[in-house]
């Protein structure tokens, strides 16, 4: 099971926890994509690949 992360919803201006992420790779470096409460794509920086 996937560890909860912590993202921000930049549209609706809070933040929140998702568990269901997918890991994408962009220019050597990791980030997580998850929908936001508003019904936007909210992104977070993992790190370099």
Do not use: N
Not at 16 to 42: D, L, Q
């Amino acid at each position: 099971m996937p560890e909860e992360l912590s993202f921000y919803d930049v549209k609706g201006k809070k933040k929140f926890t998702a568990s269901h992420y997918e890991i994408v790779t962009r220019k050597g470096r990791r980030f997580a994509k998850t929908k936001a409460p508003s019904g936007i794509e909210a992104w977070r920086i993992l790190g370099k690949a």
